[in-house]
T-cell receptor
Framework: GEDVEQSLFLSVREGDSSVINCTYTDSSSTYLYWYKQEPGAGLQLLTYIFSNMDMKQDQRLTVLLNKKDKHLSLRIADTQTGDSAIYFC???????????FGTGTSLTVIP | NAGVTQTPKFRVLKTGQSMTLLCAQDMNHEYMYWYRQDPGMGLRLIHYSVGEGTTAKGEVPDGYNVSRLKKQNFLLGLESAAPSQTSVYFC?????????????FGPGTRLTVT
C-alpha cells in the first residue's frame, strides 16, 4: 500500500501555533485530507485539499501542500486545549476507491 | 440522522471464537469501509464496498470476511479470532469513492482477543 508518514507526538502551549506534518509517497494523489480524532471517538474530517492547490485556509486552519516534496502540513493558529486530539493525514489516489491514512500525530495542548 | 453506528462497542473473545461486527448508516451512502486502528500504525483498510452486493479487499483482509446484503449495512466477520486481531475497528461510509467526498466514521468497536 501507500506510505503516509507522520510524527507521533506534538506538544504546544495554549495560544501558540501548531504545525503537524505529513509526507506521502504516491505522486498520483488526488485529494489529501486532515482528520481529527478525539478520545474514544471516530475520525472527523477537518479539511481537504485538491492536489493541484498549494494552500487552503479555513478559519484557524491552514493547509500547505508541496507536491514536489510530497509534503503536507496542517497549521492550527491560536491552539486551544480543545484542539488536543490525534490528527491523521490521508490521501486518495486517482485510480482507486481507497483512502490511505498516516499513523496519526497526537497533539497535546498545555494550558 | 444517526450517521454511522457500530455494534457492539466493546467485545472480548477467546482465541478461535467467531463474531460479527455490524455497521449501519442512514445517509444512503454507496461506499462503506472497515478499518482497524493499532497504536503507531494509523488506520489500515480491511475491506470495502462500492455498493450493495459488492465487496473488495483492502490492505489487510486476511482473517476477515465481509458482506453488504443491504445498502445501509456492512458486516465484518471474524471466523476464528486470533490475538493479532486485538484492535479498534472503525466503519466509515461515503457518498462517492476517493475524492472530495467526506468519509463519515462510526464511534469504533474495541475488540480484545485473549
Amino acid at each position: 500500500g501507500e506510505d503516509v508518514e507522520q510524527s507521533l507526538f506534538l506538544s504546544v502551549r495554549e495560544g501558540d501555533s501548531s504545525v503537524i506534518n505529513c509526507t506521502y509517497t504516491d505522486s498520483s494523489s488526488t485529494y489529501l485530507y486532515w482528520y481529527k480524532q478525539e478520545p474514544g471517538a471516530g475520525l472527523q474530517l477537518l479539511t481537504y485539499i485538491f492536489s493541484n492547490m498549494d494552500m487552503k485556509q479555513d478559519q484557524r486552519l491552514t493547509v500547505l501542500l508541496n507536491k514536489k516534496d510530497k509534503h503536507l502540513s496542517l497549521r492550527i493558529a491560536d491552539t486551544q486545549t480543545g484542539d488536543s486530539a490525534i490528527y491523521f493525514c490521508a490521501e486518495s489516489i486517482d485510480t482507486g476507491n481507497q483512502f490511505y491514512f498516516g499513523t496519526g500525530t497526537s497533539l497535546t495542548v498545555i494550558p | 440522522n444517526a450517521g454511522v453506528t457500530q455494534t457492539p462497542k466493546f467485545r472480548v473473545l477467546k482465541t478461535g471464537q467467531s463474531m460479527t461486527l455490524l455497521c449501519a448508516q442512514d445517509m444512503n451512502h454507496e461506499y462503506m469501509y472497515w478499518y482497524r486502528q493499532d497504536p503507531g500504525m494509523g488506520l489500515r483498510l480491511i475491506h470495502y464496498s462500492v455498493g450493495e452486493g459488492t465487496t473488495a479487499k483492502g490492505e489487510v483482509p486476511d482473517g476477515y470476511n465481509v458482506s453488504r446484503l443491504k445498502k445501509q449495512n456492512f458486516l465484518l466477520g471474524l471466523e476464528s479470532a486470533a490475538p493479532s486481531q486485538t484492535s479498534v475497528y472503525f466503519c466509515a461510509s461515503s457518498y462517492g469513492g476517493a475524492g472530495s467526498d467526506e468519509q463519515y466514521f462510526g464511534p469504533g468497536t474495541r475488540l480484545t482477543v485473549t
